[in-house]
C-alpha cells in the first residue's frame, strides 16, 4: 500500500495497481489498474500518487503519466503522457499541482484546463508542501537536506 486518501468520510487505500475502498470491515476495489489501461487504450507502470478533487480521482504515475477518472467511473482521461512530474500531486483550491523531481506544472481543476505551463527547479526534490501562498521544497545537498521557500503567486 502507499497511502490512505480521505474523501467526504470514505477512505481509499491507494496501491500500485488499484484503489480500493475501506466500508466497514470490507475492502473492496474500486478503481483498477487494468480498467484504466483499457479504457484509454495507455499502459502504465504502476500507480504513484492520487489526490481526490471534487470527488474525481487524479492518478500519477511511476511513468511519468497522469490519469482522470470521474468520481463515479464514468469517464476516464490522459491528461499526461510521460511529460508531466511524478513526484506529488497536491491540490489547493482547486489548482491542482503537479510536481517532479525538479519540475512543477498545474491544473486549474474548476475549468478543467491544462495549460502546459513548467517551472523548473535547479536542483531535484525530495517532497513539496504548499502552505497559504508559499511553496516549501526539500532538497538533498552535499551538506545534507535544505529546505527551500517559492512564491506560488508568481507562478
Known amino acids: 500500500m502507499i497511502e490512505v486518501e480521505e474523501n467526504n468520510g470514505i477512505n481509499y487505500l491507494i496501491f500500485q495497481n488499484r484503489i480500493s475502498v475501506l466500508n466497514e470491515n470490507n475492502l473492496n476495489d474500486y478503481i483498477l489498474k487494468d480498467d484504466i489501461i483499457d479504457t484509454t487504450g495507455v499502459s502504465f507502470d504502476s500507480i504513484k500518487d492520487v489526490e481526490i478533487v471534487n470527488n474525481d480521482f487524479y492518478i500519477s504515475t511511476t511513468d511519468y503519466k497522469l490519469f482522470y477518472v470521474k468520481g463515479n467511473r464514468s469517464y476516464y ?18 489548482i491542482l499541482y503537479v510536481f517532479g523531481e525538479d519540475t512543477i506544472t498545474y491544473i486549474d481543476v474548476e475549468n478543467k484546463n491544462f495549460p502546459g505551463n513548467y517551472q523548473r527547479f535547479e536542483n531535484g526534490n525530495i517532497d513539496y508542501i504548499i502552505n497559504s501562498e508559499n511553496i516549501y521544497g526539500i532538497q538533498r545537498t552535499l551538506r545534507g537536506f535544505e529546505l527551500w521557500r517559492g512564491n506560488l503567486t508568481n507562478f
Request: charged share 30%; proline share 0%; aromatic share 0%.
Open 77 to 94: 482521461q490522459v491528461i499526461g503522457n510521460g511529460d508531466v512530474g511524478k513526484k506529488a500531486l497536491i491540490n489547493k483550491e482547486n
